[in-house]
Structure formats: structure tokens, C-alpha cells
């Protein structure tokens, strides 16, 4: 960055140039609505619920461009593999006018966005799922079972896909390889001390969350927010998972299944994970069989609550059957859930030890939140790859959401930003920024990471209670 004239160079130290990045980021976020994330460069906006009300060639509207991509100059300073750490007066001066015109758009966007917040008309409120009313719990199945009787897109993935539901399950299944640590793809060696987890984890599913949050509005009339289900609370006052209201039999996601043993490919897998499925491959083969784990309690079809009759095309793995919807509670792993768990993962002083501890294996040795609900739970859920076929899948990772939330909430400034990690385990691979992209196939557009870096602000647009 050059004006006219040779620049007096700053040679900040690393912990000024530090100080200097968090004061100006500080600077950004002050008030909540600087947090405003700004529309696609298009012509067309995608971020306002009411586009025609919004100019996406508007002078705000180009600031806010502007003050994203300076969001993204800033944290690009912590790589200090790529950057040196030589400011010019000025670079500084023309990141202060960023920043000062960042804040006087402030009162520019009330005036001109009809009362909307940081792209947000309305700031959904998720909530435990024991603080919802009974009217509200099932109003929120109401609406997945209607996702579960609307026609697919016929984009996502025309061949197996039947359902709206599907289009989701197929687009994780799909993506799957891209966001998330397949222990049976993962040719490195993986340790604690590294950071060969995919970095877009968090953000992908904070953002594939959102897109079937919307989507239950818009097309299934739901007024609500997604809810979440605090595990912690279970796994500190109950001696099984089974208990749990969320598994209530009409105020709830059902939950008895079934005890049968899995027989597949002449192995038989201890934790009876259902019934046995012709051609089944699922990634979790490997791992359920390992020696010394606890026997779970069901393993077949579930036979209580809303989804008992529920038939699902897409998955296990990556392979399109036609199955029910199972499910294999397992108390041995309950332990995983607790607060004390809770608490170690968000004392966590970077997004890189953060999202290890919370992620846990094949990166750690034992078992975190994120395995620990999935396998708590079992069935589907064991499933790496089409675990969405569980509607109890969106309360753990809204969950998992909720946590990352209140990790960045502890030091705002410094860690509304904080991304790191590899986009994939095996090379090739590149180190994940804030304009790395976030794919969600047909189902929402590819949108930057910074973008869903504050859940208060489009297109995410909720909060926590």
C-alpha cells in the first residue's frame, strides 16, 4: 500500500503490532453494529430478507465491502509465515479512515435499513430444549417433519435424494471429506500438538446450521430458532442418556430402540450400532470395534417418539438405502459431556487449542464434546458422513455452536476473528483465513468465513439464551 512519497517505515515490535491489531479491532466492534456483515459483491444482495429494500451498490453498503475485506488485512497479520511485520504511516492511516468510516456508517445504516442490525431484521433467540414451552417443542418437530415430507431441490444430488431433509444430509455427506477429519481418509499422523484438523469444522457447521435454520422459516412456516441440548446438564445429573427430556416420547425426539448386534462383512461390531444393512461401509467401521468398548443398549430401529416412522434414502456413509432411523445410546461415553469437559474447552486461550479440545478424535487421544454426543447417541449419529439423518443432530451441533460462541464472547475483540487449522488433512492443503470459502452446494451461496465469524449478524442473525 503506497502513497505518493517514499513511506516512513514503522518496525513495530510483534507484541505492539499485536496491541496495535487488537485496538483497532476493538476500535471495529465497540458497537454491536460494526459487526454488520456486508452483502456478496453482486449485483444482487443475498444477505437482506428484504432485497429489494436494500442497494447493494449503496455508499454504506460499499463500506461495509470495504471494512470486510480490513477484517480480513488484520487477522491475515497473525500468519507470520506470510507477513512482515513492517507498518508504514501510510498503511496505518489509511486503516484508520477504514475504521472511521466504518463507525460513522453506523447511524448512515439505522436510517437506511429500516431499523435493521447487522443485516438483521430480527435476532433469533435459541434456547435449551428444556426451556422451550411445550407448544414450542413441538412446533420445532412440526417443522423437521415437514422438511421430511417437502420435495427435494433435485440439486443437491438427483439420483437418491427424496426429501428436503435429504438435500442437507446429502450435502454433508458430500462435503463431508472437505470439513470434517475422517479417520479412515487420514493418511498423516495426527497428535495433539499439530493442526492437521480441517480449521473450517466450526464455521461450516455454524453456517449449514443457519442455512437449515432459514430454511425451516421459509419453508416450513417455523417462527422458532433452532433449539439446543445441553448435554452437560445430563451427563452431570443423570446415570443415563435415555432419561433426558430431549429423548421425551411426545415432547421430544423419541429415543428406545431396538437391542440387536450388527453383523456386516463378517465382523461384528460390539456396539450394535442397528440393523444390518446390505452393502454397508460406513467410516465409523473401524472405530466401533475397537477393543475394550461398552456394548450399547439398542442398535435397531428407534420405536418410540415423532420420527419412529421415518424412512431414510440417503446414507449410511456415502451409500443410498433405504433404512430407518436408528439409534444406540451408550452411557460409557456420557462422561465426555460433562460440564467439567465443558469448562476445559472454553478455558482454551486460542481457536487452535479450542477447536482440538472440543473436536477431540482422531486428533486427541480421548474422547471430547463433539465425538462424545455423536457417540453418546449412536445410530445415525456414529456416522460421520450422514449423522444430519438423526434430528437430534442440529441440538448437539447448535450446541457445539453455542460453546464456540461463548469461547469467543470471553474475549471478544481477540477472538471474534481467531480462525486457523488446515482445509484438508492430507496435502494438498492450505491454511484456512477468514475469505476461505464456506461451500453449502445449492442449498445457500458460498460465503467467505469471516461472515459467520458473528452469529449476531447476517446472514446468520440469532444469539443464545
Given amino acids: ?84 511485520h513492517r507498518w508504514t504511516i501510510p498503511s496505518i492511516l489509511v486503516l484508520a479512515l477504514l475504521v472511521f468510516f466504518g463507525l460513522v456508517t453506523v447511524v448512515i445504516e439505522l436510517t437506511t435499513r429500516h431499523g435493521e442490525i447487522n443485516g438483521c431484521r430480527v435476532v433469533g433467540l435459541r434456547k435449551e430444549w428444556r426451556n422451550l414451552s411445550r407448544v414450542e417443542q413441538l412446533d420445532y418437530i412440526s417443522a423437521v417433519k415437514c422438511m421430511q415430507t417437502l420435495p427435494a431441490n433435485g440439486v443437491v444430488d438427483t439420483n437418491h435424494v427424496r426429501t428436503r431433509y435429504d438435500d442437507f444430509q446429502s450435502a454433508h455427506i458430500n462435503l463431508t471429506d472437505e470439513t470434517h477429519t475422517v479417520a479412515s481418509h487420514t493418511l498423516c499422523v495426527l497428535t495433539e500438538n499439530d493442526n492437521a484438523t480441517q ?16 430454511t425451516l422459516r421459509s419453508e ?57 444393512i446390505p452393502g454397508y461401509s460406513g467410516p465409523f467401521n473401524n472405530w466401533t470395534n475397537l477393543a475394550g468398548w461398552v456394548e450399547g443398549t439398542g442398535g435397531g430401529c428407534i420405536t418410540t417418539g415423532p420420527f419412529v416412522s421415518y424412512n431414510l434414502s440417503v446414507g449410511p456413509g456415502t451409500k443410498p438405502t433405504n433404512h430407518c432411523l436408528t439409534r444406540n445410546f451408550n452411557d460409557a461415553f456420557i462422561w465426555a459431556l460433562s460440564s467439567a469437559q465443558v469448562a476445559n474447552t472454553t478455558k482454551q486461550p486460542n481457536f487452535e487449542r479450542f477447536r482440538i479440545e472440543l473436536e477431540g478424535q482422531p486428533i486427541t487421544s480421548t474422547m471430547k464434546l463433539h465425538d462424545g454426543g455423536h457417540f453418546a447417541v449412536g445410530g445415525e449419529m456414529l456416522d460421520t458422513y450422514s449423522s444430519p439423518a438423526d434430528p437430534i443432530f442440529w441440538l448437539h451441533h447448535a450446541n457445539l455452536d453455542r460453546i464456540w460462541w461463548k469461547w469467543q464472547n470471553i474475549d471478544l475483540p481477540t477472538r471474534l476473528l481467531d480462525v486457523s487449522g488446515r482445509s484438508r488433512v492430507n496435502p494438498p492443503f492450505v491454511n484456512i483465513t477468514l475469505a476461505y470459502p464456506l461451500k453449502m452446494w445449492s442449498l445457500a451461496p458460498t460465503i467467505p468465513i469471516w461472515r459467520v465469524m458473528d452469529v449476531r449478524s447476517s446472514p446468520l442473525c440469532y444469539d443464545y439464551v
Fill in 1 to 84: 500500500m503506497r502513497l505518493i512519497g517514499p513511506p516512513v517505515a514503522l518496525n513495530l515490535p510483534r507484541d505492539c503490532g499485536s496491541r496495535f491489531l487488537s485496538t483497532l479491532s476493538t476500535a471495529l466492534f465497540i458497537p454491536r453494529l460494526i459487526a454488520a456483515a456486508p452483502c456478496r459483491m453482486q449485483d444482487k444482495c443475498s444477505c437482506a430478507e428484504d432485497k429489494e429494500a436494500q442497494d447493494c451498490r449503496s455508499w454504506p453498503t460499499a463500506v461495509r465491502r470495504a471494512r470486510g475485506w480490513l477484517f480480513m488485512i488484520l487477522h491475515a497479520e497473525k500468519d507470520r509465515t506470510r507477513i512482515d
Fill in 199 to 214: 480449521g473450517q469444522f466450526l464455521p461450516w457447521h455454524r453456517y449449514f446450521l443457519g442455512t437449515f435454520e432459514s
Fill in 220 to 276: 416450513c412456516a417455523y417462527q422458532g430458532s433452532i433449539p439446543y441440548w445441553d448435554w452437560s446438564l445430563d451427563a452431570d445429573q443423570l446415570d443415563s442418556i435415555a432419561k433426558s427430556p430431549v429423548f421425551d416420547p411426545v415432547y421430544g425426539f423419541g429415543g428406545k430402540s431396538r437391542r440387536v448386534s450388527r453383523l456386516n462383512h463378517g465382523m461384528t461390531y460390539i456396539s450394535g450400532n442397528g440393523l444390518h
